[in-house]
């Protein structure tokens, strides 16, 4: 395990090791692979010394969030609600506490597990991802970096910096549903709503391979109801032993009714 | 780099030992410090049993290896008792007949103690979500939920007395 102290050592690290080495950030999905042998990297890149990845902000419009940042650091931030509204109502939907203690943002995102409510968000802002190799430098569009399930366009001599929560504009309505077999586990089906006056856009998590965004104009609930029950019959929806596509189907239609009239009725303290 | 020397305060006595890269956080309280109290359960981080608490916040110490609590505070299930004596929240646990065969008992407590930390007056509803992360298979979650809320009354109550 290298437990490096700076961003340059860990590229440096990468560049040497990369097919053969993992980050290792909360470990709050990492560490249960290892344990069952899942994965079995040479090197292990333990970000928790690198205080520079501990940090998020508000800049150039976005909340950023350093690769290092927990869950629950992020949750606990007292202008969350004001500044993205979204990350505050998933929040307590994301596992348990004591997994958002150690879990990072970043994490969730790297893993880019399609039910992963971080994902969501991610997608539905249209958000980004800042990666650094030892060379160059990127920034990689949320629907350009999650390929698949568990995949992404990272190179494996790149590291994620941060990601970027794009603020949405005063007066932006946010909902968010989710339908799980027990609290804290894996979402069957999760669905956001950003409302920006007419214009809606809707992430559907949990549904297929990647999360589905969607974006509608329309002037009434009813008119956004019917776009996603027309989205719910005809889009790919995968069907494994948790929920058939049936049930998926399903929920994306009451769930996605719910988080829409949620982001209707809007009213945060929300400023941007 | 396969073995390092840590230094941890563990419920308040500083220690020092070495561990390997590999070792659980988990294994190292269990073996090398030998407080076996924190029980592995699962051992991928689904069941809770083996919560503590590292610098005021608990996680589960399967998920984290023992190097990256080098410099922490850490406090077990055996930080728990005073003196040699239950916490009102183990004896409560007792009286409501939290357990039965007592393996979840240490990260139920754990996680129960953080719980009362944050949320002096939970209503059921909050104390089962705030266990939710921690399984029981034998007794069920009836006494334990009762049992923490009586402790948040106690104290309640207790700080009450003092401000009267």
Known sequence: ?272 | MTEQSIHLTINGIERAAKCEDRTALLDFVRHDLGLTGTHAGCEHGVCGACTVEVNGQIVRSCLMFACQANGASVKTVEGIAQAGELSDLQAAFKKHHALQCGFCTPGFLMAAEDLLQKNTSPSDSEVREGLSGNLCRCTGYVGIVEAVLEVAEQRRNAIGDTHA
């Open chain 1, 1 to 272: 395990m290298h437990r490096p102290s700076s961003i340059r050592e860990i590229l440096d690290l990468l560049e040497l090791h990369g097919e053969d080495a993992r980050i290792l950030a909360g470990g709050q999905t990492l560490v249960p692979m290892l344990a069952m042998r899942v994965a079995s990297p040479a090197h292990l890149i333990d970000l928790s010394l690198t205080q520079e990845l501990h940090q998020f902000n508000v800049t150039k419009g976005s909340l950023r969030v350093g690769a290092g940042v927990t869950q629950s650091t992020l949750e606990g931030w007292d202008l969350l609600a004001i500044t993205q509204p979204l990350l505050k109502m998933m929040f307590p939907w994301v596992a348990h506490s004591p997994i958002r203690n150690r879990g990072t943002v970043c994490g969730s995102i790297a893993h880019a597990d399609p039910s992963a409510e971080m994902v969501l968000a991610l997608m539905t802002l249209g958000g980004s991802v800042t990666l650094a190799c030892k060379k160059r430098e990127r920034r990689v569009k949320a629907a350009d970096f999650f390929l698949g399930a568990l995949q992404t366009s990272r190179e494996s001599n790149e590291l994620i910096v941060s990601v970027e929560f794009p603020i949405q504009s005063a007066g932006t309505g946010f909902g968010f549903a989710e339908y799980g077999y027990r609290h804290g586990d894996f979402a069957v089906v999760a669905v956001a709503v950003v409302r920006n006056g007419k214009s809606w856009t809707i992430g559907f998590g949990g549904v297929d391979d990647t999360v589905k965004v969607s974006r509608i104009e329309a002037s009434s609930l009813a008119e956004v109801n019917e776009h996603i029950n027309k989205l719910a019959s005809t889009i790919e929806v995968r069907e494994d032993p948790t929920a058939t596509s049936g049930l998926r189907r399903h929920l994306m239609r009451s769930m996605g009714a719910r988080a829409a009239k949620q982001a209707f009725e809007f009213e945060g303290e929300y400023q941007s």
